[in-house]
């Protein structure tokens, strides 16, 4: 039971990335007062849970309409979670839990950030809603890890949230060594664990189609 949460934990603090998030918005809000950056933060982190809630609670049902099996779900959602712990481990941007430059850009334009860039795709991104799915097919009928899924998202959103508060003082502890440090740990843990989706919906496919 236990160990389900820690992997939901793990997958979501790495897919989200509360540290890299806080980086980002302190970047785009520089200019911006206190309160109305606290405003932004705690609506970017609402539309974000409800983006990812969505997901969860109606995922599945998608699944099925496209035909599409939970062996394929964890296969390629086991490619996709490699893909992004590998450019953590790097310390390289990506498109899945990042902005691209054009992103940046048109974020810098706009007067209220927290729809874009910072619910979606910082927060709820590819790499989260894509972990959402993946987490909540494996748990299939089980609800109590369902609902250590949800409670899950909901932890790591609120430690984004947090962070995103206190994004000033966490850059000037940690320094961009420390934020490398942290994102590259978790790099392994995400690599890891989509190396076993991966290797669960290949053993998943290759049982069933024998």
């Known amino acids: 039971m236990y ?12 897919t ?31 539309i974000a849970l409800g983006i990812l809630f969505v997901f969860a609670i109606v995922g599945q049902f998608i699944l099925e309409s496209l035909g599409i099996s939970l062996a394929a779900l964890r296969a390629a959602g086991g490619i996709l979670l ?49 972990a959402t799915l993946l987490l909540m097919a494996d748990a299939h ?11 899950s998202m909901v932890v790591i959103i609120g430690v ?14 940690l320094g961009l060594t420390g934020i490398q440090v942290i994102t590259r740990v978790f790099g392994i843990l995400l690599s890891a664990l989509a190396v076993q989706f991966l290797f669960d919906g290949i053993a998943q496919a290759n049982l069933f189609g024998g």
Do not use: W
């Open 3 to 14: 160990e389900y949460a820690a992997v939901a934990l793990t997958t979501f603090f790495a």
């Open 82 to 130: 490699l893909l992004i712990g590998i450019d953590m481990v790097f310390a390289r941007p990506s498109g899945a839990t990042s902005t691209t430059i054009d992103e940046d850009n048109e974020a810098i334009e706009k007067h209220d950030i927290a729809v874009f860039p910072l619910a979606t795709p910082l927060i709820a991104g590819p790499g989260a809603i894509g």
């Open 16 to 46: 989200i990335g509360p540290i890299d998030v806080a980086t980002m918005f302190a970047a785009f809000t520089v200019a911006i007062p206190r309160r109305e950056r606290r405003r932004i933060a705690v609506k970017a982190c609402l």
């Open 141 to 151: 009928t089980n609800v109590l890890h369902q609902a250590m899924v949800l409670a």
């Open 160 to 173: 984004t949230l947090v962070s995103m508060l206190m994004a000033s003082e966490i850059n000037r502890f």
